[in-house]
């Protein structure tokens, strides 16, 4: 199976500020058949179900804001917050879907400070 | 106006059986991959398993390869998860999916709690 790892675990983040995290995978995300890197990033607010924010590695999920952008290849990851905002608390996944089964990473927990 | 709601979660005692579902509307079920994701308590996502849109492939993850079985019913717009011989590890928030090809899992639905204690 494809391990995901991300880093950092917590992030306390202060309103205004850019963010990012790293997501890492142990083998390429690379489809060499279609061309397409299947790295997702989701997001799990408190108290809800998680929401789609970024699909295969850069593009944005419907209705998010333009803050979020996520870039990175083969086996590495970048999700980043322009500018934080303190309705981005939650919990972000990052999750492969190259092959089954999907694995997620194990979630960093963004906190304002 | 896309909804996915799942039901059949509850308590229930190691070694049983229960089944869960997802009914969804305001998109083509028929033509829609679907997945079960679950999430322990205070843990992390875990993908369970995932039906192809004519149910013709379906694939899980090892923890649950020969307990559980996923199937749709296109006539009613509904996704099942059949969980057999129920451990306490399998105690989790059960989400259905929706996975629109390029898009990822575009559509999730509110969770559904299986407990499984004794």
């Known amino acids: 199976d494809i391990v995901m790892t991300q880093t950092p675990l917590s992030l306390p983040v202060t309103p205004g500020e850019p963010a990012s995290i790293s997501c890492r995978s142990s083998?390429?995300?690379?489809?060499?058949?279609?061309?397409?890197?299947?790295l997702d990033w989701y997001v799990q607010k408190p108290g809800q179900s998680p929401q789609p924010l970024i699909y295969?590695?850069?593009f944005g999920a419907s209705g998010v804001p333009d803050r979020f952008s996520g870039s990175g290849s083969g086996t590495a990851f970048t999700l980043k917050i322009s500018r934080v905002e303190a309705e981005d608390v939650g919990i972000y996944y990052c999750?492969?879907?190259?092959?089954?089964?999907?694995?997620f990473g194990p979630g960093t927990k963004v906190e304002i400070k | 106006q896309v909804q996915l709601v799942e039901s059949g979660g509850g308590v229930v005692q190691p070694g049983r059986s229960l089944r869960l579902s997802c009914a969804v509307s305001g998109f083509t079920f028929s033509t829609s991959d679907m997945h079960w994701v679950r999430q322990a308590p205070g843990k992390g996502l875990e993908w369970v398993a995932g039906i192809w849109d004519d149910g013709s492939k379906k694939h899980y993850v090892d923890a649950v390869k020969g307990r559980f079985t996923i199937s749709r019913d296109i006539s009613k717009n509904t996704l099942y998860l059949h969980m057999n011989s129920l451990r306490v590890e399998d105690t989790a928030v059960y989400y259905c999916?929706?996975?629109?090809?390029?898009?990822?899992?575009?559509?999730w639905g509110q969770g559904t709690l299986v407990t499984v204690s004794s």
């Open positions: 999916a929706r996975e629109g090809h390029v898009v990822g899992l575009d559509y």
């Open positions: 083998q390429s995300l690379l489809d060499s058949g279609d061309g397409t890197t299947y």
């Open positions: 999750m492969q879907r190259k092959e089954f089964p999907f694995t």
């Open positions: 295969t590695v850069s």
